[in-house]
């Protein structure tokens, strides 16, 4: 079963994207090819900006509680 989730990026962003999918490539597609492209450090260096949160002390606490759960 395929579930589809609706995104919202910047306008600058979207552009970005379209410049670097191929013609015959879904969005869902590139972005597989990008995630395989790169390690999850180097995706998240290169999104540094291109996203806002909207609480980021609740987004970092929720992080480190993670951390700590994969530690143990």
């Given at each position: 079963?395929l579930?589809?989730k609706?995104?919202t990026?910047?306008?600058?962003?979207?552009?970005?994207?379209?410049?670097?999918?191929?013609?015959?490539?879904s969005?869902?597609?590139?972005f597989?090819?990008?995630?395989k492209?790169?390690?999850?450090?180097?995706?998240?260096?290169?999104?540094?900006?291109s996203?806002?949160?909207?609480?980021?002390?609740?987004m970092l606490?929720?992080?480190?509680?993670?951390?700590?759960?994969?530690r143990?």
């Amino acid at each position: 079963m395929l579930m589809s989730k609706t995104i919202t990026i910047r306008t600058e962003v979207y552009m970005d994207l379209v410049k670097v999918k191929k013609d015959d490539e879904s969005f869902s597609e590139l972005f597989e090819r990008l995630m395989k492209s790169a390690t999850p450090i180097e995706i998240l260096q290169k999104m540094r900006g291109s996203v806002e949160f909207k609480d980021k002390g609740k987004m970092l606490s929720e992080m480190r509680s993670k951390r700590s759960e994969m530690r143990y």
